[in-house]
């Protein structure tokens, strides 16, 4: 995909810039674009704390809930055993513990400790500086726009889960 624009000039004489048809971008190119810009920055942070990308998912789903192994197995989009090994290796970092289901003696649920909640806010926070300079290039009513339209699909997503 080419990225360059041409310059036009409209009745008003002030500068626009308009994209040529080459760098038009359909809705899912735009998705795509910004799915590998938003996986590249996370995937950036996450290194830097010796953390996997699901690794991150997992601090961050156990941010607010504590929920057993079957419902954070489909949160993470993962089988049981491979959810077993990534929680076995966040418990030993010191990041999650087990505690015991009250509802059945073999099942457990998964809890965040103050060090993996420590760490999930200062990962979020790095993320955030790292997105900031790209939401910065939208006006404040785009902004609000865009968090509406990502509300929206967000929603539609959850309905077809």
């Not at 500068?15 to 048809?21: E, K």
């Not at 990962?123 to 910065?136: F, G, M, Q, Y």
């Amino acid at each position: 995909m080419r990225t360059s624009v041409v310059r036009d000039t409209n009745d008003d004489k002030t500068n626009v810039y308009m994209p040529t048809n080459e760098t038009v971008l359909t809705l899912v190119d735009g998705l795509f674009q910004v799915s590998f810009l938003l996986h590249d920055r996370l995937a950036r942070v996450a290194a830097t704390h010796d953390l996997s990308i699901i690794q991150v998912r997992l601090l961050a789903i156990l941010r607010d809930r504590e929920p057993g192994m079957l419902e954070l197995a489909r949160h993470l989009g993962l089988k049981k055993s491979s959810l077993s090994g990534l929680v076995d290796r966040a418990a030993a970092r010191g990041l999650v513990e087990r505690l015991p289901s009250p509802d059945d003696g073999r099942a457990a649920h998964i809890r965040s400790t103050p060090a993996g909640r420590r760490l999930s806010r200062t990962i979020e926070r790095r993320v955030s500086a790292e997105l900031a300079p790209l939401v910065k290039a939208l006006s404040t009513t785009e902004r609000a726009h865009l968090l509406g339209a990502l509300a929206q699909v967000l929603s539609a997503a959850g309905k077809r889960r």
